[in-house]
């Protein structure tokens, strides 16, 4: 018996190859599972992109920040450098022969402009003589009078000063107790 016996075919006709299987009806959850597989996927990208944004941002004010605090201290600078410049005058004029008494006007006349410079910083002097004593404020370098009352600031040693509200340098005073 031959092969085409045994198939049933005629001689010579060749039987078709063997079909592929009809594919299975595709399962609406798998469409749905993919679908949302790659709204996941978009959304880890976007998430990746504000991350990246917003560490950029932040960066960014970092920078500008450090650059502020630097430059903080630049109208202070400017108010000093006129102080500066007339220092060197000063210097000037002693060199070239100055009297005394124009040297003394000249100083006074330079540390009424620092003091104008610093006021206008926010720089204040803590007043001490005569005042009540204040820890916060004065530092007591020296107690004269023996008695057991007030304490009082007798002398100012070191001048205190505030910037703003806050103590920058305390002023060094003599304390005396009344009473």
Same mark, same amino acid.
Request: no cysteine; glycine share 8%.
């Given at each position: ?33 993919? +679908?949302? $597989? #790659? &709204? ?6 976007? *998430?990746?992109?504000? !991350?990246? @944004? ?5 960066? +960014?004010? $970092? #920078? &500008? ?6 430059? *903080?201290?630049?109208? !202070?600078? @400017? ?8 220092? #060197? ?91």
């Amino acid at each position: 018996m031959n092969l085409d016996e045994l198939t049933g075919t005629e001689p010579g006709v060749e039987l078709d190859p063997p079909t592929a299987q009809a594919e299975p009806a595709q399962d609406p959850r798998d469409e749905e599972i993919e +679908r949302l $597989r #790659s &709204q996941v996927s978009e959304l880890q990208q976007q *998430a990746l992109r504000t !991350l990246a @944004e917003a560490q950029t941002v932040q960066r +960014r004010m $970092r #920078s &500008q920040a450090e650059l502020e605090l630097k430059m *903080a201290v630049q109208p !202070l600078v @400017e108010r000093l450098l006129p102080l500066l410049d007339n220092l #060197s005058r000063a210097q000037e004029m002693l060199s070239g022969g100055a009297s005394v008494d124009s040297v003394l006007a000249g100083l006074a006349g330079l540390e009424r402009q620092l003091q104008a410079a610093l006021e206008a910083s926010g720089v204040q002097r803590i007043e001490a003589v005569g005042e009540r004593f204040n820890p916060e404020l004065h530092e007591a370098i020296a107690v004269v009078g023996a008695g057991d009352g007030e304490e009082r600031v007798a002398e100012e040693v070191s001048t205190g000063y505030r910037l703003h509200d806050r103590v920058v340098r305390a002023a060094k005073v003599k304390v005396s107790r009344v009473g």
